[in-house]
Nanobody, 118 residues
Framework: QVQLGESGGGEGQAGDSPRLSCGAS????????MGWFRQAPGKGREFVSA????????YYGASVKGRFTITRDNAKNTVYLQMNKLKHEDTAVYYC???????????WGKGTLVTVSS
């Protein structure tokens, strides 16, 4: 059974640069793409970033491109999201995701809350 566990959320201020981590278990980590989505209060889920199996390709949503960086360490079964120059509008629950057999992001973690005060 695939399990994802996020960490690194909390309260911060605009301009901070926290890093989120997501540990995965239940299958061969390096065999699957990983990603992050987020959901702000009262809004729908938004794509944040994704990374392919070996980390050679990364993708970003328009609102975070240039500020956030996704990386992965296949030896540690962990994906990271480095968040730089946080803005108040980055306040959201951040979910770690990974692909299922069909290639879509079928597995989701429970999420970690990031709150940014302006």
């Amino acid at each position: 059974q695939v399990q994802l566990g996020e960490s690194g959320g909390g309260e911060g201020q605009a301009g901070d640069s926290p890093r989120l981590s997501c540990g995965a278990s239940g299958r061969t980590f390096s065999g699957y793409s990983m990603g992050w989505f987020r959901q702000a209060p009262g809004k729908g889920r938004e794509f944040v970033s994704a990374i392919n199996r070996n980390g050679s390709n990364t993708y970003y949503g328009a609102s975070v491109k240039g500020r956030f960086t996704i990386t992965r360490d296949n030896a540690k079964n962990t994906v990271y999201l480095q968040m730089n120059k946080l803005k108040h509008e980055d306040t959201a629950v951040y979910y770690c995701v990974t692909e299922g057999g069909s290639g879509s992001m079928d597995y989701w973690g429970k999420g970690t809350l990031v709150t940014v005060s302006s």
